[in-house]
């Protein structure tokens, strides 16, 4: 079964500098995609990046990268710079392949606190 | 501003109480889904439907039901809600298996089961 881990709740980062919050998932399809949402204090759920399993180059955008690993079976997204405004919780997904491909699976989050 | 429209943002229900969630699109988008929030779990799939006229479980059905009234709404109904229902319902809608623009989320609806 498809199943995506984030084993970090909580992270710290000072302002400006670079984070990177893990996630690992497990899955026998060969055709899935892997997507990083924010979730702000306020509640909304806002889409970031997205990285195909076929996709060769590292998903890119903005101050926002996904380093894929695919034999790792990670994809980790590393936020540059980072701003007070990142503070949010932040979620791993994974769209499974095949003839379920409607459905997207969440990881459980990792909170993220910027510090000034 | 186009997106995804969900009503009510707030319920509190009695146990055995039912109540329909609506949420509404106006992206053309042929998929729809919900999931629910609770605390450490991220987000459950509850229904989904791929495209209008069809309707599909997803992880944790059972308690709910779902009906696409057509291409743009996508309802969610409670018949006898319990407690373990209390949760952050979201709506959400994307092209046809979520491609490189992901889901587009409605803002929540927040129900407090008592």
């Known amino acids: 079964a498809q199943k995506i881990t984030q084993t970090q709740p909580g992270m710290f980062v000072q302002e400006k500098e670079a984070v990177t919050l893990d996630c690992t998932y497990d899955t026998s399809d060969q055709s899935y995609g892997l997507f990083w949402y924010k979730q702000p204090s306020s509640g909304e759920m806002i889409f970031l990046i997205y990285q195909g399993s076929y996709d060769e180059q590292n998903a890119t955008e903005g101050r926002y990268s996904l380093n894929f690993q695919k034999a790792r079976k990670s994809a980790n997204l590393v936020i540059s710079a980072s701003q007070l405004g990142d503070s949010a919780m932040y979620f791993c997904?994974?769209?499974?392949?095949?003839?379920?491909?409607?459905?997207?699976?969440f990881g459980a989050g990792t909170r993220l606190f910027v510090k000034a | 501003n186009a997106g995804v429209t969900q009503t009510p943002k707030f319920q509190v229900l009695k146990t055995g109480q039912s109540m329909t969630l609506q949420c509404a699109q106006d992206?053309?988008?042929?998929?729809m889904y919900w999931y629910r929030q609770d605390p450490g779990m991220g987000l459950r799939l509850i229904y989904y439907s791929a495209s209008e006229g069809t309707t599909d479980k997803g992880e944790v059905p059972n308690g709910y039901n779902v009906s696409r009234l057509n291409k743009r709404e996508f309802s969610l109904r409670l018949e006898s809600a319990a407690p373990s229902q209390t949760s952050v319902y979201f709506c959400a809608s994307s092209e046809a298996r979520a491609g490189k623009y992901g889901y587009t989320f409605g803002s929540g609806t927040r129900l407090t089961v008592v």
């Open positions: 992206m053309n988008h042929n998929s």
């Open positions: 997904a994974m769209r499974e392949g095949g003839t379920g491909g409607f459905k997207t699976i």
